[in-house]
């Protein structure tokens, strides 16, 4: 169930990346609500999975996956490049979160 918590905080997580971008640093309220409401449901599951997993280890897959999602999102639907030193940058990503998985930490 952990993981199920972890993955929706991410999903929130991304959604708060996306929100505060089109805020235009607070001036839309629209999307300054959503990233206010999004980021306190991300923060709220996180809370839940970090019963089962180390802080540490949880923290960083939410953010690293959260921060991978939001690059790829950018790329497929807001024009964002996407080379290769920042793919280079998501297999790490992604290398590191897999080690800290099998390092059995939930």
Request: without cysteine.
């Given at each position: 169930m952990s993981w199920l918590y972890l993955s929706?905080?991410?999903v929130f997580e991304i959604a708060v990346a996306i929100s505060a971008g089109?805020?235009?640093g607070f001036t839309r309220f629209g999307w300054t609500a959503a990233t206010l409401v999004s980021g306190a449901i991300a923060t709220y599951f996180l809370s839940l999975a970090l019963l089962t997993f180390d802080v540490g280890v949880g923290y960083a897959i939410w953010t690293s996956v959260a921060g991978v999602g939001i690059v790829i999102l950018g790329a497929l639907f807001f024009g964002q490049r996407l080379d290769l030193s920042k793919l280079f940058g998501i297999a790490l990503v992604i290398g590191g979160v897999v080690g800290l998985?099998?390092?059995g930490a939930a």
């Open positions: 929706t905080a991410v089109n805020a235009k998985r099998l390092s």
